[in-house]
């Protein structure tokens, strides 16, 4: 069955640090997403893709950055990790625009 | 920007009742509007999708309702049980991606 995988599920990092979360899907899907979720805040976009070379900002993307190689994978990088940067982070992804989204299982970061 | 709003934040009923859960968002140039069920410390699980063009969708004891116009969808769930028990999120789509709502979270009591 086709999937969408993170990893990894749990990281503690500290200050400073240069992060990469992975995202890998096989729906060969063009549209990749990335959210993070906050009590307060709900669901915000960080940055998304809609298709190989291509990547554009969302809502909250200062702090981040993102780059497609493939069509299966959308890493997510926090250059310099901040503490404002302690999140749950949801990747998503859909065939196009207009169609339904999947989510992976989330990956919980927290920042010391 | 897109706002969406979620009535009831919260909600807990007994077993067997018929429930409303209300959405409305700001900007009605949308796509689509999507459904989801969040279970805690879990991913989203999508439930219905209904198109722009749409103005109901069904699914087993969901049914979902949109009135593009007047920026509302509602989600009705027929018969509640323990295991419909989550946070419900609403989620239009523009050319900005998806905007979330806070979220319903339900407790259905045995």
């Known amino acids: 069955d086709a999937e969408i995988t993170q990893s990894p599920r749990h990281k503690i990092t500290e200050t400073g640090r240069q992060v990469t979360l992975a995202c890998h899907q096989t729906?060969?899907?063009?549209?990749m997403f990335w959210y993070r979720q906050d009590l307060g805040h709900g669901l915000r976009l960080i940055h998304y893709?809609?298709?190989?070379?291509?990547?554009n900002k969302g809502e909250v993307s200062d702090g981040y950055s993102v780059s497609r190689s493939n069509t299966e994978d959308l890493p997510l990088t926090l250059e310099s990790a901040a503490s404002s940067q302690t999140s749950v982070y949801f990747c998503a992804s859909s065939g196009a625009q207009g169609y339904e989204q999947y989510f992976g299982p989330g990956t919980r970061l927290t920042v010391t | 920007k897109q706002e969406v709003t979620q009535i009831p934040a919260a909600l807990s009923v007994p077993e067997g009742e018929n429930l409303v859960l209300n959405c409305s968002f700001t900007d009605s140039a949308i796509y689509n509007l999507q459904w989801f069920r969040q279970d805690p410390g879990k991913g989203l699980t999508s439930l219905l999708l209904i198109q722009s063009s749409q103005r109901e969708q069904t699914s087993g004891r969901l049914n979902a309702s949109l009135d593009k116009s007047s920026g509302r969808s509602t989600l009705y769930i027929a018969a509640s049980q323990p295991g419909d028990s989550a946070t419900y999120l609403c989620?239009?789509?523009?050319?900005?991606?998806?905007?979330f709502g806070k979220g319903t979270h339900l407790i259905i009591q045995p």
């Open positions: 893709s809609y298709g190989v070379h291509d990547t």
């Open positions: 989620a239009p789509e523009s050319a900005d991606g998806l905007t």
């Open positions: 729906w060969n899907h063009n549209n």
